[in-house]
């Protein structure tokens, strides 16, 4: 007797497969990039971006449609706090290893410039208290709007302007007070 083959995909009625793999197609870096800095490992955020999709497939597509991108972001982060509360670690990922994490995209030296660029936003972040870092990525590197910010992280969206609002105002001081990099 042959067991029937199931796919996480069809699992729902509604759900349209090539809907979800559009989704994984078009998050999963944004998403890995994001539980990559709550967890500091790439590999633990890559399982927790798994997991995700993996609740997307059983959900039915009616109920997330219109604000998938929001979800995707929750969930993603309440495994993510899931996993390091369990693991009790908080270690920050270096900006090499975020930059492994990122897709190529751009000219070598288009890429140089962004990428040291990104080193000296990234370490003057690693300052800012955590909160802070949080969403201001969600904002800036995954485009979030405050409202969606707020339902990610649970905070009043006014909590979410005043956060973006402090860090911006913060490393605007450290870069006004730091001397030019030299080329």
């Given at each position: ?88 670690r908080m270690t ?26 990104a080193a000296h ?63």
């Amino acid at each position: 007797m042959q067991a029937a083959q199931t796919h996480p995909e069809s699992a729902v009625p509604g759900t349209d497969p090539a809907w979800v793999r559009q989704a994984v197609a078009e998050f999963e870096g944004p998403l890995i990039l994001y539980a990559s800095r709550l967890l500091g490992d790439v590999e633990a955020a890559r399982d927790v971006v798994q997991e995700a999709f993996m609740k997307l497939c059983r959900q039915p597509q009616s109920e997330v449609d219109g604000h998938l991108r929001e979800w995707l972001f929750t969930v993603c982060r309440h495994r993510a706090l899931d996993v390091r509360r369990k693991e009790k670690r908080m270690t920050s990922l270096t900006a090499t290893q975020a930059e492994r994490a990122r897709p190529p995209q751009a000219p070598p030296a288009e890429a140089y410039e962004r990428q040291e660029t990104a080193a000296h936003v990234l370490a003057a972040l690693e300052h800012l208290p955590e909160s802070q870092q949080e969403v201001l990525r969600l904002k800036f590197q995954h485009g979030l709007s405050y409202k969606e910010i707020s339902r990610v992280t649970e905070l009043s969206i006014s909590h979410v302007g005043v956060l973006i609002h402090q860090a911006l105002k913060t490393l605007r001081q450290q870069f006004a007070e730091r001397p030019p990099v030299a080329h």
